[in-house]
């Protein structure tokens, strides 16, 4: 698993994708991935996005570096919704695991249909430690609080020093 | 017996008939029509083979054999072959014509204003022809900023190739860059566009249960407008724990209402700029 965030630095929107291949000791490709939707891919200038690239069944002692690949293209994007997450705490779930919560509202007068919360974790020297995600199972109407809440490993809870929230939406009738 | 007769018979075929013989130029130029000597007599057929062209004529031997300027419009290793009972041949090269086009990339095609080096310009020199001009050529580069006068510096190219690289300027625009030679010349634009956020500020009051926080108009270091539709992240932690919002610039400002509950500590990004901290009272607890 490979976790980190991307930052837009131009002054246009962009799509953005990040993947990576997994180079062996003999210098042999590995395995590659893509974030897939653990990122928010529209990135407005200067927004930056968690992403989290996952590779099921790899054993760390067969790697010996990793190639990272970023690619971005120019989209036209809207500034709207502007989508807030309040009441963000880190909280221990009726099952005795660490949870994410918190509350989204959308500040734009039109529903957001699918909204993606995606959370990236900071350990003391501001390094990202984990990245986790889930989908709100509810649309967001304005103005309206809507909880959310995703999982968090308690071994990584433990380390744990600060976290930032973005959301990603999907709409059915894009603006 | 075998080896003595089939040296006789060599013998006989080289003094029976001598191969006629061409004489190209040490060069020629691409597109320019020259002629070649050649010796012996009667008739004889003139094969011109080059990069991209093969000619074929017949020609009478002893006199000048004429080559056409648009059967040399290709620079490059050409092999003359002239042919009566036997053949000879000779090559020559054709060099490139007198620069007549520029093809000039320049790179990125926004950049972020007063970064050093930050616009590469590249100008490749052909003749008339589309022969890259190996010779050494003397390429003015000239930045036409949209308010300030133009700045001019010449390279030499090497290889058919003349390149730059050139700081943006301070204020935001389009700057024009040219390339000429001659009497060509190209002409690109890059757009300069603000850089990071400088001096992020931001100002608030509490209105009932909720902040209203907003930035003063974004600018960059250099006091350029920061383009509406980039992103001030704004971060409050009251009472109820951390609230976090991701706002685009909209004429000139970004601006926010958050829900706070008794006393709100609000920071705001962008990029890697930070701003000010505003410590306020929100609503009761």
């Known amino acids: 698993m490979i976790v980190g965030e991307i930052v837009n630095e131009d002054t ?105 919360v995606i959370a990236a974790y900071y350990d003391a020297n501001g390094k990202v430690i984990w990245v986790s995600d889930g989908y709100v199972d509810q649309e967001l109407e304005p103005q309206i609080p809507v909880a959310f809440a995703v999982d968090l490993p308690d071994d990584v809870a433990a380390k744990v020093q600060s976290y930032h929230v973005v959301v990603n939406h999907y709409d059915i009738h894009p603006s | 017996m075998r080896g003595p007769i089939s040296f006789l018979m060599l013998l006989v075929l080289a003094g029976g008939a001598w191969a006629a013989e061409i004489h190209p130029p040490s060069q020629a130029t691409a597109g320019v029509s020259f002629s070649m000597s050649s010796s ?68 990125p095609s926004r950049v972020p204003v007063s970064n050093p080096n930050a616009i590469s310009a590249v100008a490749f020199v052909w003749d008339a022809f589309h022969n890259l001009e190996f010779s050494p050529q003397t390429v003015k580069f000239t ?67 909720k902040v209203l926080v907003e930035t003063d108009p974004v600018r960059d270091c250099s006091g350029n407008f920061v383009p509406d539709g980039t992103v001030v992240s704004f971060t409050m932690t009251d009472s109820t724990g951390k609230t976090t919002v991701d706002v685009p610039i909209k004429r000139g400002v970004a601006k926010v209402e958050i829900p706070a509950t008794g006393h709100a500590r609000i920071t705001a990004a962008s990029g890697v700029a930070t701003g000010n901290e505003l410590d306020l009272a929100g609503g009761a607890e």
Request: proline fraction near 4%.
């Open chain 1, 12 to 116: 246009v929107p962009a799509y953005v994708n990040v993947s990576a291949t997994l180079v062996g000791q003999h210098q042999e490709d590995l395995s590659q991935e893509g974030s897939f939707d653990k990122i928010s891919h529209t990135l407005l200038p200067k927004q930056v996005s968690p992403y989290r690239i996952d590779f099921p069944g790899m054993r760390l002692s067969k790697i010996k570096s990793v190639r990272m690949d970023a690619r971005a293209m120019l989209v036209p994007a809207s500034a709207d919704p502007v989508i807030e997450v309040n009441q963000q705490r880190i909280e221990t779930d009726a099952v005795g695991k660490k949870v994410l919560r918190g509350e989204l509202v959308n500040q734009s007068g039109q529903v957001v249909n699918i909204s993606h």
């Open chain 2, 143 to 209: 930045v036409n900023p949209s308010e300030h006068s133009s700045i001019s510096q010449a390279r030499t190219s090497s290889n058919g190739i003349a390149w730059i690289r050139l700081t943006s300027a301070a204020k935001g625009g389009p700057a024009k860059i040219e390339a000429s030679i001659g009497k060509t010349s190209e002409t690109r634009v890059v757009q300069q566009v603000a850089s990071d956020a400088c001096n992020l500020r931001i100002k608030g009051s509490s209105v009932s249960h």
């Open chain 2, 40 to 107: 012996g007599t009667g008739q004889g057929t003139f094969y011109l083979i080059g990069p991209a062209h093969v000619a074929k004529h017949q020609v009478s031997l002893g006199g000048n054999i004429d080559v056409d300027g648009t059967e040399i419009e290709h620079a490059g290793r050409y092999t003359a072959i002239l042919c009566t009972d036997q053949c000879s041949a000779t090559t020559f090269y054709v060099h490139a014509a007198e620069p007549d086009r520029l093809s000039l990339l320049v790179h």
